[in-house]
Structure formats: C-alpha cells, structure tokens
C-alpha cells in the first residue's frame, strides 16, 4: 500500500462525540469512513511511531476521539480521550487510513494490521 497523492481535500469532517467511527467527505465525491481504531493505531507522531520511515500499527490508548482540528491547508490534527494530541494526519495519509467499502483493504483486524510507507 503506498501513498497517493491527491488534490482532494475534506468538506465535511463528521466526528460526533461517542461515536467510534469519524466520517470525512472529500470535495473529489468521496465518502471517508475512519475508524478510530485505526486512525489511533497508524498514528504519525514521532512518540507512537519513532523515526524509522515505517508506519507500524500500535494497539492502545484512548479511543475517545475528543477534538479534530485542522492544520494549515494540508492536515489534520487528533487529540484522544488519554491526552495524546501530537499525531497530524495529512489529506493524503488519510486517504490512506480510508475503510469505507471501496477503500478497506480485505481482512483488516488489529492482529494482522500491515506497516505503512511514512509520511
């Protein structure tokens, strides 16, 4: 799986408080689904991920999404229920993340989550 870069961005991030699953609509016509299971484990930051260049899936920590901001006109920014707020999710990287049915690869589970390409 590797990044695809894309020039589409979010219209509409949809992240209800409670919820496990965050909706983004694209402006290409895309409809996002991102479980927070997965947007927690693939996290960038440098304290989940170190600095290898490889996104490996990380099972733990708060699931409660409690705020979604965004950063400059190329990202996203997380901050969960435990405090961790440092991952920031590029438009490209969660096209990635993306688990709606066109996107989800087959046989997704947390223990059998493949590495990612950095971002």
């Known amino acids: 799986m590797s990044i695809q ?13 409670g919820a496990s699953v965050m909706h983004i609509d694209w402006s290409d016509g ?3 689904v991102y479980p927070h299971a ?7 930051c440098a304290e989940c991920q170190g600095h290898s260049g490889t996104i490996k899936f990380k099972s733990g920590g708060s699931l409660e999404l409690v705020d979604v901001a965004t950063v400059g006109n190329y990202a996203i920014s997380l901050a969960w229920g435990d405090g961790h707020n440092t991952g920031i999710y ?5 096209r990635m993340l993306c688990r709606c049915p066109q996107c989800s ?7 059998s989550m493949p590495d990612l390409p950095g971002v």
């Open 90 to 94: 590029n438009f490209d990287y969660l």
């Open 5 to 17: 870069k894309t020039r589409a961005r979010p219209t509409k991030i949809k992240a209800p408080h």
């Open 38 to 44: 997965i947007l927690r484990g693939y996290c960038p």
């Open 105 to 111: 690869p087959e046989g997704d589970s947390d223990d």
């Open 30 to 32: 895309h409809k996002g």
